[in-house]
C-alpha cells in the first residue's frame, strides 16, 4: 500500500523540477573602445548663418483700388526708374476726371456771372438807383462763387491724379523679387503687387537667441564670409560689415532677434546669398575635457535629465555610469566642465548595449597581414 504514495511524490517532485525557470544566463563579456580623459582647449566664437538682402525693398501698390489689366514685371527682372511695372482698368478714373472738369466748368461761369452782376449794380450806385447794401450782397456772392470754383478746381486735380495713379511705376532701379496680384484681379487701394530690391548697398540679416542679443550693438564690426564665391567676392577672403540695425523686440515664432549688418558699397553680393557671420573675437579657454560625441548617453537624474558616460574600472573591469554636465559642442566634441577627472578611462562606442557593472574588455585593434 506504500508503493503509490511513494511513486506520486516521485512524479510531484519532477514537476516542479519541470517548472521551475531556468538560471539566467550571465551577461556576455564585451569588448569597448576606451579613450582617457585630458585636457585640451577650445576656441569660442559666435558665428551665425544669414542671408544677403538689399538696404532697400519696396512693397509697391497702387494708390487708388481697381482691376489689374496688365502687369509686365516678372520676378527676376531687373528695371529702371519710372518703369511700367503694372496698370489697372482707368475707364472709371477717367470718368471721374472728366466729371470733375465739368464742375470746374460750371463753376467758372457762376463766378463770371456773379462778377458781371458786381459791375453792373456798380455802375447803378454810380448813378444813385441802389444802396450800398445791394453792393455788399453783390460781393458776397462773387466770393462765394469763387470760393466754389477753387474747390472744384482742387477736386479736378485730385481726379486728374487718381486717373495717373493706375499706372504702377518703378521709383528707382532695382530687381523684381516677388509678384503678388496677377491680370484679372481687383485689388484695393495699398495691396502690395510688386515687391522690388533697389540697386545699391546690401545688408546681411541674422537671427540672434536671446542670450545673445545684448552683445550686439549698432556699429560694432563683424566678419562675413560668404558660403560660396560670388560676383567679384571670394568665399576665402572675409569681408567687414557693421552692425546697423537690432530688433527691438523677439519674433514671436522663433523668439529670437533680427540683427542686420551693412556690407561694404563696393561688395558685389549677390541677393539671396548665404553669408555667415562672425561677431567680436575669438576666445581661447584652456584645460576642458573634451569626449567624441559617441561617448555620451542619456541619464535619468530623478526627475531631470542630463548626459552620462561610462567610466571603466580597470581593477575589477567593469564600467559604472556617471553623469557629467555638457557646457557645448566644439566641433564634433562635446565640452564637459564637471563629472570627470583627467586620467580616468571612459567608454566611447557602444554605450547604450552596457549595463552597470557589466564586465568588459578592452578592444584592441588588430593588423591584417
Same mark, same amino acid.
Given at each position: ?35 582617457? %580623459? ?39 527682372? =531687373? ?6 511695372? *503694372? ?72 481726379? /486728374? ?5 493706375? =499706372? ?7 530687381? %523684381? ?6 491680370? /484679372?484681379?481687383?485689388? *484695393? ?17 541674422? *537671427? ?16 562675413? =564670409? ?42 558685389? %553680393? ?48 567593469? %564600467? ?7 557646457? /557645448? ?41
Amino acid at each position: 500500500m506504500k508503493t503509490p504514495h511513494f511513486v506520486l511524490i516521485v512524479i510531484a517532485s519532477l514537476t516542479l523540477v519541470a517548472c521551475s525557470r531556468p538560471p539566467a544566463p550571465e551577461e556576455p563579456i564585451r569588448s569597448v573602445k576606451l579613450v582617457t %580623459v585630458g585636457t585640451g582647449q577650445v576656441v569660442a566664437r559666435s558665428e551665425y548663418a544669414g542671408e544677403v538682402r538689399a538696404r532697400t525693398e519696396s512693397r509697391l501698390g497702387f494708390r487708388v483700388g481697381g482691376k489689374l489689366v496688365q502687369r509686365p514685371a516678372e520676378v527676376g527682372q =531687373r528695371v529702371k526708374a519710372g518703369q511700367l511695372l *503694372a496698370q489697372l482698368d482707368a475707364q472709371d478714373l477717367a470718368l471721374s476726371s472728366q466729371a470733375a472738369q465739368a464742375q470746374v466748368s460750371a463753376a467758372q461761369t457762376q463766378r463770371d456771372l456773379a462778377a458781371a452782376d458786381l459791375k453792373r449794380y456798380q455802375d447803378l450806385q454810380a448813378q444813385g438807383f441802389v444802396s450800398g447794401a445791394e453792393i455788399e450782397r453783390r460781393m458776397a456772392t462773387l466770393q462765394s462763387a469763387e470760393a466754389t470754383l477753387r474747390q472744384a478746381r482742387a477736386q479736378g486735380a485730385v481726379q /486728374g491724379n487718381q486717373a495717373g495713379y493706375a =499706372r504702377l511705376l518703378a521709383d528707382g532701379a532695382g530687381v %523684381v523679387l516677388a509678384v503678388d496680384a496677377e491680370v /484679372g484681379q481687383v485689388v *484695393a487701394a495699398g495691396t502690395p503687387v510688386v515687391r522690388v530690391a533697389r540697386d545699391g548697398a546690401r545688408d546681411v540679416v541674422i *537671427a540672434v537667441p536671446e542670450d545673445r542679443v545684448a552683445q550686439m550693438r549698432p556699429g560694432a564690426t563683424a566678419q562675413v =564670409r560668404l558660403w560660396a564665391g560670388a560676383g567679384t567676392v571670394s568665399s576665402a577672403a572675409p569681408m567687414e560689415a557693421t552692425v546697423r540695425e537690432v530688433a527691438a523686440s523677439a519674433d514671436p515664432a522663433t523668439r529670437t532677434y533680427q540683427v542686420k549688418l551693412s556690407l561694404p558699397d563696393q561688395a558685389a %553680393v549677390p541677393l539671396g546669398a548665404t553669408a555667415y557671420v562672425t561677431l567680436g573675437s575669438q576666445t581661447a579657454a584652456k584645460d576642458v575635457i573634451k569626449l567624441p560625441t559617441s561617448a555620451l548617453m542619456r541619464s535619468d537624474q530623478g526627475d531631470r535629465q542630463g548626459s552620462a558616460v561610462w567610466v571603466y574600472d580597470a581593477a575589477a573591469s567593469t %564600467v559604472q555610469p556617471r553623469p557629467v554636465q555638457v557646457a /557645448g559642442a566644439d566641433g564634433n566634441e562635446m565640452v564637459i566642465v564637471a563629472g570627470l577627472k583627467p586620467g580616468e578611462e571612459v567608454v566611447v562606442t557602444g554605450v547604450h548595449v552596457l549595463s552597470p557593472g557589466q564586465k568588459v574588455t578592452r578592444f584592441t585593434a588588430t593588423t591584417a597581414q
